[in-house]
């Protein structure tokens, strides 16, 4: 009676470990699943964060060329005011200088609004080869049906093993009479 018993907690067992490889393997799965969604996610907040940085530069730069414009509209009135000729000589000079000045500034905000933004493209498609590389990490369906082979052969070898110790006389050769 003791070889059925052994027998069915084999089986038991081994459907126990079945069960459990499954459960991880679903587990698994999800898991990475999970991490691809965060990783494209993270991927398309990188992207508005570019956007918003370059339209934020773009703006910046729009208001520097308004005040650009101000302020040169100030110099040409006080150079007017005081009586200097403004098509010739330091005021022109200055005049040329601030409004170089100027706009090399607002190039400045709108390419690092640029920088920003193509840092920011270059973190999303990080985000996003984390995210394929979160998918290919999920274990495959074969490699389930590999654990599940190991189980049940593992289970197998050991309840013959059992019923090998338990009736050794069923195992040992036969030997003739003697005559």
């Not at 690092?112 to 996003?128: N, P």
Request: proline share 4%; charged share 15%.
């Amino acid at each position: 009676m003791a070889v059925p018993t052994m027998l069915i907690a084999t089986a038991v067992s081994a459907a126990a470990a079945t069960y459990g490889a499954v459960d991880s393997h679903q587990q698994q799965k999800a898991n990475a699943k999970y991490n691809a969604k965060v990783a494209e996610a993270n991927a398309k907040a990188a992207e508005l964060q570019g956007r918003s940085e370059e339209e934020q530069a773009a703006e910046n730069a729009r208001r520097q060329q308004i005040e650009k414009r101000r302020a040169l509209s100030a110099m040409r009135a006080q150079y007017g005011a005081s009586g200097a000729a403004l098509s010739s000589g330091s005021p022109l000079a200055q005049l040329g200088q601030a409004a170089s000045d100027m706009t090399l500034a607002s190039n400045d905000t709108l390419r690092a609004g640029v920088i920003g933004r193509s840092s920011a493209m270059t973190q999303a498609s990080l985000f996003r080869a984390q995210g394929q590389m979160a998918k290919m990490s999920a274990p495959s369906t074969a490699s389930l049906a590999g654990n599940i082979t190991g189980i049940w052969a593992n289970a197998t070898a050991n309840a013959a093993m059992a019923y090998s110790v338990m009736n050794p006389s069923e195992n040992s050769p036969k030997t003739p009479p003697k005559k």
